[in-house]
């Protein structure tokens, strides 16, 4: 078992930033590739990034390209989101998970464990 806590949300003017993380906890981190999904009001989750478990490989939706990163120390057991020039559209709840893998996905149902979001609110 794992449990991944998110943290690093909030409210925040269009074209500002902030940095979510993510702890794990009861498992090393390094066992698992790792992703973002996000979901808005009314709408379903969806992939945001993804980081292979020994980090060489980064996947981003076509949405966030260029102004998200997705990084991670297995040391400090911590996967990170690092989110510039926000959109209202971001607005969202932002989920770490965990997949029991070197091989990250895109798909919301290949990962084994979830965080239970922070909330991100970028104001027009």
């Known amino acids: 078992q794992v449990q991944l806590v998110e943290s690093g949300g909030g409210l925040v003017q269009a074209g500002g930033s902030l940095r979510l993380s993510c702890a794990a906890s009861?498992?090393?981190?390094?066992?698992?590739?790792m992703g973002w999904f996000r979901q808005a009001p009314g709408k379903e989750r969806e992939f945001v990034a993804a980081?292979?478990?020994?980090?060489?490989?980064?996947y981003y939706a076509d949405s966030v390209k260029g102004r998200f990163a997705i990084s991670r120390d297995n040391a400090k057991n911590t996967v990170y989101l690092q989110m510039n020039s926000l959109y209202p559209e971001d607005t969202a709840v932002y989920y770490c998970?965990?997949?029991?893998?070197?091989?990250?996905?895109?798909?919301?149902?290949?990962?084994?464990?979830w965080g239970q979001g922070t909330h991100v609110t970028v104001s027009s």
């Open positions: 998970a965990a997949r029991f893998s070197a091989v990250s996905k895109t798909e919301a149902n290949e990962y084994n464990y």
């Open positions: 009861g498992r090393t981190l390094s066992s698992f590739a």
């Open positions: 980081i292979t478990r020994g980090g060489g490989s980064t």
